[in-house]
């Protein structure tokens, strides 16, 4: 029977690598703040965990005579497979393939952040074909550094609603088919503040005229799209203003837990690629929607007892070398 236990550290420790590297392990959730202190200590790392920098699932693969762990980063996943499920929906008639996405400049997208979270969103972006991708940032240099990290991708900062006017505005502009917001769910207080709600609000009200449908790739949405990374509350202030102007709305709890179904196809299979993490046939559509009940009907977990950092407890991990 397997099992899941929490291993609560604030570093990497020499006890957590033995307990990692065991035969007893099967793979590993990865959170904060070790997504990226725990990479050199891996055999392998996937693509994307080294274009995010960060890894927040380990997977035992297999090799000849043995096994090797391997870091990948599933927020990617949550991400690009939650907009997809929501596509579906909008079109549940059509087979939609896991690995479809829009033909080349037919389709863009937006995200509202700077941070991890954006930079896995604009991957994700990407993974569907769309491009360019839009940046709503108050900060140049955040702006910046995901351009820098993210230098394959065509990223462009909206700075305010007129950058709005000048980028999508006008006739011929790029189609904004999906939106990702990625900042704390605060209402608008300050001048800067409002200004980012401003910006997004007029990317929301541009007219939407759907474009033809295509026979290859992914379907053009009757809706636009606009997933809300946080999901405390599950209910944003800026997810209600996408609502309120009539976008196809997805609280963050649904990439949370796509993210989490992602791991497990992984894990299960021994195989971190993601193809393997976006199979929906592995567990089957019933026992994954149950599992999706589950969690949207649940509340927030409430602590009982005081979390304990094992890294106060066991030496950090020593200088690295062959396992």
Not at 91 to 104: D, G, K, L
Not at 199 to 207: D, G
Not at 254 to 278: C, F, H, K, N, V
Not at 297 to 313: G, K, Q
Request: hydrophobic share 40%; net charge negative; charged share 20%.
């Amino acid at each position: 029977m397997n099992t899941y236990e929490l291993w609560s550290t604030s570093k990497v420790t020499n006890a957590m690598l033995q307990t990692l590297f065991s035969e007893d392990c099967g793979g590993a959730a990865v959170t904060m703040p070790i997504k990226a202190a725990v990479m050199p200590y891996l055999d392998e790392i996937s693509l994307e965990s080294r274009i995010m920098g960060a890894c927040n699932t380990i997977v035992k693969v297999p090799t000849n005579g043995g096994y090797k762990l391997v870091g990948q980063n599933t927020d990617i996943l949550g991400i690009r497979n939650v907009l997809l499920r929501a596509l579906r929906s909008q079109f549940p008639t059509r087979i939609i393939s896991p690995e479809a996405s829009y033909p080349a400049e037919t389709g863009a997208g937006v995200i509202i952040g700077g941070g991890a979270t954006t930079r896995s969103a604009a991957h994700a972006l990407a993974l569907l074909g769309l491009s360019p991708l839009f940046l709503v940032n108050r900060d140049p240099a955040e702006v910046e550094a995901v351009q820098s990290s993210l230098s394959h991708l065509t990223i462009i900062h909206l700075k305010n609603s007129d950058d709005v006017e000048t980028y999508l505005g006008q006739s011929g502009s790029p189609k904004v088919l999906m939106m990702v917001g990625a900042i704390p769910a605060t209402a608008p207080v300050t001048p800067e503040e409002r200004g980012v709600y401003s910006t997004v609000t007029t990317i929301l009200i541009i007219p939407y005229v759907k474009p033809a449908q295509i026979d290859e790739g992914l379907p053009f949405p009757d809706k636009r799209m606009f997933l809300e990374m946080t999901y405390k509350p599950r209910s944003t202030p800026m997810l209600k203003v996408a609502l309120a102007h009539g976008w196809h709305g997805i609280d963050g709890i649904q990439a949370t837990i796509e993210q989490g179904l992602a791991q497990q196809r992984m894990w299960y299979l021994s195989d971190p690629s993601l193809r393997a993490g976006s199979d929906r046939s592995i567990f089957g559509i019933e026992l994954e929607d149950s599992t999706r009940k589950l969690g949207e009907s649940m509340n927030d977990i409430i602590p009982t007892c005081t979390e304990v950092d094992r890294a106060l407890f066991n030496d950090d991990a020593d200088a690295l070398t062959d396992h």
